[in-house]
């Protein structure tokens, strides 16, 4: 007796840890190598006959590329946002979506209260004025920067990750604002946290770090008027998506000193071109998108993928469903 055909995969990247050798166990295995994505025409023909796919937020999963695939009956994005894939699209075709929400949430606020930290007391630029040969004694005027404790953070978005990051604020002391479309009285007796509307936020903090999804509600939600209202000298904190800020407004804003400085883990597009008016600036510390980089948090994401994965190849309901209505 033949052996059963095994599904087919695409992953469209390594992956850390264990997670791709578990999974290859159960499918016939089809791993990009390189370490840029695959160009879109590259992807459009490795999807060609597979059952499954493994995404990353770089590769767009819309109707040209399903109608490349007619065999795909899954998808499994190593992230929690999704915007990346479209959903309506794939619920069309009956095609599970999955994500990996929850466990990046802490390491997430940790990089975002870093970022936080690093701006304010500009950390970056201080290593690089060393590393310029420019130390030449202390002062008492060098590299002045923000105070973190007792000053007011603002939270555009208070789901899990913003959450987290209201609980490192709280251990500096830091009166917390927040913006939400639903009241979370639960975090308010928790945290202190107190629920303001947009105006008031942008007014009174010195701090405004974003947690939203990227949807057309929230795209350029901070605009030159947001950025115009905002607290002079507020830095601004992104680890949600770039294209929330209008960036082309921001630059500006920095640039003719209403802000205190960016810290951007997410920037439109990605990566960021070199000639960004934003590189250019002393006041923006700008990462590539590492937000949930550790090797424990990334390995456990690759886990959740595959875990998602198997399950929707087997025709059962992936443990993180983006679109549950597949399974009533």
């Known amino acids: 007796m033949a052996p059963p055909v095994r599904p087919r995969v695409l992953v469209t990247r390594q992956l850390p840890g264990e997670a791709l050798g578990r999974l290859s166990r159960h499918v016939e295995l089809r791993v990009w190598e390189d370490e840029l994505p695959p160009p879109r025409e590259a992807l ?23 109608a490349a ?30 994500n990996t929400p929850g466990v990046l949430t802490e390491t997430t606020a940790d990089f975002a209260f870093a970022m936080l ?6 950390v970056a630029e201080a290593d690089a004025y060393v590393r310029a ?6 002062s008492p005027t060098l590299l002045l920067g923000s105070d973190i404790h007792g000053a007011t953070l603002g939270l555009v978005g208070l789901g899990q990750i913003g959450a987290a990051v209201a609980r490192r604020a ?32 942008l007014a009174e903090s010195d701090f405004v770090s974003l947690h939203v999804p990227l949807n057309p509600e929230t795209r350029h939600w901070l605009g030159r008027a947001e950025l115009a209202a905002m607290k002079p000298g507020a830095m601004l904190i992104n680890t949600a998506r770039g294209s929330v800020v209008d960036q082309a407004a921001l630059a500006e804003a920095l640039a003719q ?27 923006v510390l ?38 549950p209505e597949l399974f009533p």
């Open 44 to 66: 459009l023909e490795l999807v060609h006959g597979v059952d499954g796919m493994i995404t990353l937020l770089t590769d767009r999963v819309d109707g040209p590329l399903l």
């Open 69 to 98: 695939s007619p065999s795909l009956r899954a998808v499994s994005n190593v992230a929690v946002g999704y915007d990346n894939i479209d959903v309506l699209a794939c619920t069309a075709r009956r095609i599970p979506v999955g």
């Open 133 to 138: 040969g420019r130390w030449r004694t202390w």
């Open 117 to 122: 930290m690093g701006l304010s007391r500009r």
């Open 286 to 323: 700008i990462a590539p998108h590492i937000a949930s980089a550790s090797h424990a948090t990334r390995g456990r994401m690759a886990s959740m993928a595959v875990d998602n994965l198997l399950a929707a190849l087997d025709g059962r309901r992936p443990p993180h469903c983006v679109n």
């Open 170 to 201: 709280r251990g500096f002391g830091m009166r917390v604002l927040y913006l939400n479309r639903h009241a979370r009285p639960e975090l308010e007796a928790e945290l202190g946290v107190q629920r303001v509307d947009k105006a008031t936020l």
């Open 257 to 283: 000193g209403k802000l205190g400085g960016a810290a951007l883990d997410v920037t439109d597009p990605e990566p960021l071109p070199m000639d960004s008016p934003l590189l250019k600036l002393p006041n």
